[in-house]
């Protein structure tokens, strides 16, 4: 059984700083595509951020030059750090990884809460 597990959340001042992690667990042979999604209260889930098994990078318009997707295969891991916080980052953020085991299957995190206070 794989699980994935975010940390890093918290409260932040605008202009703060937060690092996420979302390390995966289990028995894992690779992870493809890990993503980073966001929902706010009364929004729908958005994708905040991905980066492939190779390192290639893409971000939503909102956090360009602000986030920073990486990852370790090395340690199944994935990070989302976030600079530059603003108010409307605020929303539980959840980690989304294509893993294979004996197939490709996607799994998703419990989600840690981002709050940015003004």
């Known amino acids: 059984q794989v699980q994935l597990v975010e940390s890093g959340g918290g409260l932040v001042q605008a202009g703060g700083s937060l690092r996420l992690s979302c390390a995966a667990s289990?028995?894992?042979?690779?992870?493809?595509?890990m993503r980073w999604y966001r929902q706010a209260p009364g929004k729908q889930r958005e994708l905040v951020a991905g980066?492939?098994?190779?390192?290639?990078?893409n971000y939503a318009d909102s956090v360009k030059g602000r986030f920073t997707i990486s990852r370790d295969n090395a340690k199944n891991t994935g990070y989302l750090q976030l600079n530059s916080l603003k108010p409307e980052d605020t929303a539980v953020y959840y980690c989304?990884?294509?893993?294979?085991?004996?197939?490709?299957?996607?799994?998703w995190g419990q989600g840690t809460q981002v709050t940015v206070s003004s």
């Open positions: 989304y990884a294509e893993v294979v085991t004996d197939a490709s299957r996607t799994y």
């Open positions: 289990g028995s894992i042979f690779a992870i493809n595509a």
């Open positions: 980066i492939t098994r190779g390192g290639s990078t």
